[in-house]
């Protein structure tokens, strides 16, 4: 699929971008450790050129923060497409500004920062209204644009798919268009409270505000990841009644029932829906879609996405259909790629469901809203999902780790040699090669 992929975009040429993908190396050959993708179920530590100001809106990070994140396993099992053989990956990141380009006024060398996964221009229609994700100008697939019709932002070690920008699974990254892609970190918000601000907290926050989960709410969560358990925390903080997780892996069940959440375990109840309507005869108000599409669970859809002839699975979306009320609101905040076979779209037309894709979560929209409203006054605890520490090092060990979920791992905080330590409450450093599994 990537040789396919890559050879279309290659006839199809680029979309001029206001930016562009490729770093100027830093003069003197310096090196630096980065995580690089080499093929499906392929990823590597490499030493790679340490980046240096290319444009002159760039800001150079010494990344202080990395993790790994379900979309990354997507990448890893080679199903986004364009991936090319040495892409750096990362879109979760944080760091200490290092360097900056002549045109970035509002920040200075050392300041600590979190980076959008998203790379917008901050001038488009969408960027005013904070609407990064959706960025009309920093993503030059020509591919994507047929393929979707329009294209979503550039994002940061996501394929050429996404623009081709090199990640922050490194030591060091550049950030093109500084002053709008990087938030200031204040001093009493530690790094294991900030990182995520770049990704799964505006993310999970988002499948809740977009697909509109009201006081007094049933909420349905698929998939009980990172993703999943913060928006379930999210959607009991807007007000839920109540939140069903649905999900397999032992350790995730039970730490969403520790944190108050029912769970249904998919491989005891195979016919979700039938249990849901035994836990809740109405049906449920709201279906967020947190899971991945990678790992289909009938013959059907297995046999199908192994013969291609469909790229996602349509189970979970139609377990949603079928398990919310008359009117209900299903949110897909899941990445999917292509397309998917089978969607029962009788019963989304019959019962008048709201089917929502939330597209890559506007890190802009939120990310300040979540700073300020819930992280400082302590009404949102991000490190509740952090489960592990592990040095940079580890990270291509640590993607085998995250998507055979052992040691019971949720959130991991990666860090690299310009780390602080660990704050208090928070996991120390840990080798993946000790974890049990
Ligand atoms: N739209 C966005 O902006 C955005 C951003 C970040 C992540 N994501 C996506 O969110 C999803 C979740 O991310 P994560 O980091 O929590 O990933 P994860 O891979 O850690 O978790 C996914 C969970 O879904 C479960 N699952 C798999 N099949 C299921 C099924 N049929 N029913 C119920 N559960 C099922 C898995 O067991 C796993 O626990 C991924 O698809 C990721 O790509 C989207
Ligand atoms: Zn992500
Ligand atoms: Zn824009």
């Known amino acids: 699929m990537q040789a396919v992929a890559n050879k279309l975009q290659e006839r199809m040429g680029t979309i001029p971008t206001d930016i562009q993908p490729e770093y100027k190396p830093v003069e003197g050959g310096a090196t630096m450790k980065a995580l690089a993708w080499f093929g499906t179920n392929d990823v590597r530590v490499i030493s790679a050129p340490i980046p240096d100001i290319t444009e002159p809106d760039d800001v150079i990070l010494q990344v202080t923060g990395s993790t790994i994140c379900g979309s990354d396993l997507h990448l890893y099992h080679g199903e986004i497409m364009a991936l090319q053989k040495g892409d750096i990956l990362g879109h979760e990141f944080m760091g200490k500004v290092f360097k900056v380009g002549p045109n970035v006024k509002n920040l200075k060398t050392g300041q600590r920062v979190v980076a959008s996964f998203q790379i917008s221009c901050g001038k488009c229609e969408y960027c005013k209204d904070n609407l990064s994700s959706f960025c009309d100008r920093t993503n030059n697939s020509s591919l994507q644009n ?23 699974q490194a030591e060091y990254v550049r950030v093109p268009i500084g002053e709008v892609n990087l938030l200031p970190i204040p001093d009493n918000v530690s790094d294991e409270k900030a990182l995520y601000l770049s990704d799964v907290l505006p993310t999970s926050y988002h499948t809740v505000v977009d697909t509109g989960v009201k006081p007094g709410d049933v909420v349905g969560v698929w998939g009980l990841g990172p993703i999943g358990q913060c928006a379930a925390r999210w959607a009991i903080l807007k007000g839920a009644s109540r939140v069903i997780g649905i999900d397999r892996v032992p350790s ?77 609101r299903c949110g897909i905040i899941a990445a999917y790629a292509g397309f998917a076979n089978n969607v029962n779209v009788g019963a989304l037309m019959e019962k008048g469901v709201r089917l929502i894709g939330n597209g890559q979560a506007p890190v802009r929209k939120y990310w300040e809203e979540i700073l300020n409203d819930y992280i ?62």
């Not at 996602?312 to 919310?324: A, C, F, K, L, R």
């Open 146 to 168: 047929y393929m979707y019709g329009q294209r979503d932002a550039g994002f940061f070690g996501y394929s050429h798919f996404t623009g081709g920008f090199p990640g922050g």
């Open 376 to 437: 400082i006054p302590g009404k949102f605890d991000p490190t509740f999902m952090i489960t592990h520490r592990v040095p940079i090092d580890d990270m291509a060990k640590l993607y085998r780790a995250f998507d055979n979920r052992i040691d019971g791992v949720e959130k991991v905080f990666v860090e690299t040699q310009f780390s602080s330590a660990p704050s208090a409450g928070c996991p120390a450093i840990s080798r993946v090669d000790d974890w049990s599994t």
């Open 252 to 328: 995730r069940l039970s730490f969403a029932e520790s944190n108050g959440i029912e769970t249904i375990d998919f491989s005891q109840h195979s016919d979700v829906t039938k249990r849901i309507y035994e836990l809740c005869p109405r049906g449920l108000d709201v279906a967020l879609d947190c899971g991945t599409f990678h790992e289909p669970k009938t013959l059907t859809h297995k046999i199908q996405k192994t013969l291609m002839l469909e790229t996602d699975v349509p189970e979970t979306i139609n377990e949603m259909i079928v398990s919310v009320r008359k009117m209900g």
